[in-house]
């Protein structure tokens, strides 16, 4: 092998182990459990590998010994008709050994899915908190419940939960069938239109996670991501009394153009931003959008620059996004978004 090729198959390989490791770790992985639920998912998906990790070393170990027999049993005489192999005898008692390892493997990964599915089911669900998520194309709608109606918090791309507390997600679709996946915190659950499904996580561990849409909806599919933070019960009180305040008014001239501009232009007709006129309901909800991680349902990072570039042109960051196209001279693009970056 020349020198340069095996370079090549090193780095190849370095790479496929360094892809092979992320994926067990991180924001969005399913080993790196975080919620009850993952964790549940993570050891049946630990058992069935050790089982069928196991059988595979075995069907690979009998598939090379019986090849290298076979060299022998060519070379060798042939029987006459009638004739009992000598090697028969022993064959019948290593399939019957295989039988019984069949078997035995088969009912330790039944009754490892029937407990771990029995586990899930019967998760402590009493004083859940109530979420309702919404999919669309291609975006997230998230509601959480309130004792009054005044107790609702409506926001977007994003879902704060308290640590240690089940929430009780209540999922369903506008548009086409999408599928709900946050791997750290448990499976996936699809969101159907005209159908509510129901998903139950509770988290154990503070941190930021990621969700993804899971089932192909459409040209974003890939753009449809869901910022998960799990923050001590304390933090979640913080954040829902800050989500529950009106949006701030604008406090600068720059700022109170922009307020102008949104609420007299098309952008008050799709998005709500509570505590002004704006009560569109078919984009999302904006009286918080700054204080958000990112924007687009994880298009992109969020940043006073970010923003401005999807303001300018939503279609090149996410091709095929409802959100119209409005025309601004760089003056009001700039006070459009300084209105929008100082809703935190
Ligand atoms: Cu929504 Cu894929």
Known sequence: MSA???????????????LLVAGCSGRQAALNPAADQAALINDLWTLMLWVCGFMYVLVLAFLGNALWRARRVLTAEPLSHGAESPA???????????????????????????????SLANARRDAALKIKITAAQWWWKVEYEG?????????????????GRPA???????????????????G??????????????????VGEYRGQCAEFCGLQHAKMAL??????????????AQQLAPAPAPSTPEQVRGHEIFMSGPCATCHQIVGTPAAGQTGPDLTHVASRRSIAAGARPYSFDALRDWLRDPHTIKPGNHMPQ????????????????SLK
């Open 4 to 18: 340069p090729r095996a370079t090549w198959r090193r780095a190849y390989g370095a790479i496929a182990l360094a």
């Open 88 to 118: 028969e005898a022993p064959l019948r008692r290593v399939l019957t050994g295989w039988f019984g390892l069949i078997l035995g493997g088969l009912i330790v990964l039944s009754l490892g899915s029937f407990l771990i599915d029995r």
């Open 147 to 163: 004792a009054t109606p005044d107790q609702r918090i409506a926001t977007a791309n994003e879902l704060r939960l308290p640590v």
């Open 168 to 186: 009780m997600l209540e999922l369903q679709a506008e548009d086409v069938i999408h599928s709900f996946w946050i791997p750290n915190l448990g």
């Open 188 to 205: 996936k659950q699809d969101l159907i239109p005209g159908r509510i499904n129901s998903l139950l996580l509770t988290p154990r561990r």
């Open 227 to 240: 910022d998960a933070t799990v923050v001590s019960g304390q933090d979640f009180s913080a954040w829902r």
């Open 326 to 341: 409005v025309q601004l001279s760089d003056a009001d693009l700039n006070a459009l978004t300084s209105y929008l970056d």
